[in-house]
């Protein structure tokens, strides 16, 4: 199963505005100790989000550590023609997590 | 007459002195978890306007009152802009002005996403106002803010 959940309108008008919803499963590890052990645990977050349809991106995010663990993050796009979006995930451990959906436009 | 004025200033600076202690106190017991002051905040919203003050007004902050758990409180975030090539916002940033990273996320819009709008959910580690500054495209910024209420801190620890 994929980490990674979105939402999209599969139909829609030209020129209408649609909302997407995404979902990516990520603990968002800030930079702490071990409480026992005094370890230290290295940042590991989603710092980077993209959000492209045909290949061209529309919306972009800077993440900090101030996001919610298993980001969700909802946003609109006017679409002119059919295609395909796709929305990446980058994390500092150098991991991608890659979503993609299709949307016909009557 | 004067007996009673006498009293209510009496009254007035124990309570300056009592909310002197208790701020104190709080800023002890929340350790160095709460580093960020609102002086983190400040600075970097002056790194991002590059010193121009925003002006109040057309950002829309949507957050709950009281959040009972800091971990996730959702916020909502709408820009007053058409979105076209000419007249578009730029980027959006969530500043929290008492967490320890002040800047929580930013969203880089472009006119094809048709309204500035954004949706998620963040940490926050206590009560404290929240920022979102926006950045049109003519380079002049917004800002929005609101307080939320948080019951238990989303920071761990």
């Known amino acids: ?106 | 007459m004067s007996k009673v004025r006498i009293d209510i200033v009496d009254r007035r600076e124990f309570l300056v002195i009592g909310g002197a202690a208790a701020a104190t106190l709080a800023a002890l017991s929340s350790g160095a978890l709460a580093k960020a002051d609102p002086a983190d905040a400040e600075a970097l919203l002056n790194e991002l306007t590059k010193g121009a003050k925003p002006t109040e007004g057309k950002v829309k902050l949507e957050m709950p009152e009281i959040a009972e758990n800091g971990a996730t409180v959702p916020l909502k975030v709408t820009v007053d802009s058409p979105m076209t090539e000419q007249d578009y916002c730029k980027s959006v940033t969530i500043i929290a002005t008492k967490n320890p990273v002040a800047h929580i996320c930013n969203f880089e819009f472009t006119p094809d996403s048709g309204k500035a709008w954004v949706s998620n959910r963040i940490r926050m580690a206590k009560t404290q106002e929240v920022w979102a500054l926006a950045q049109m495209s003519d380079g002049s910024f917004r800002i929005g803010k609101t307080t939320v209420k948080v019951t238990i801190g989303g920071c761990g620890g």
Not at chain 1, 34 to 63: Q, S, Y
Not at chain 1, 75 to 83: A, H, I, K, N
């Open chain 1, 1 to 106: 199963m994929s980490k990674a959940r979105v939402k999209v309108p599969k139909k829609a008008k030209k020129g209408e505005i649609i909302t997407i919803k995404t979902l990516v499963k990520h603990k968002m590890q800030r930079a702490t100790k071990d409480k026992k052990t005094g370890e230290p645990i290295p940042r590991n977050i989603i710092h980077t989000f993209e959000a492209a349809f045909n290949g061209k991106t529309f919306l972009k995010g800077n993440w900090d550590t101030g996001v919610s663990a298993n980001p969700y993050c909802a946003f609109t796009l006017r679409v002119q023609e059919s295609g395909e979006y796709t929305f990446t995930w980058k994390d500092d451990k150098g991991e991608t997590y890659t979503a993609n959906a299709k949307i016909e436009v009557a």
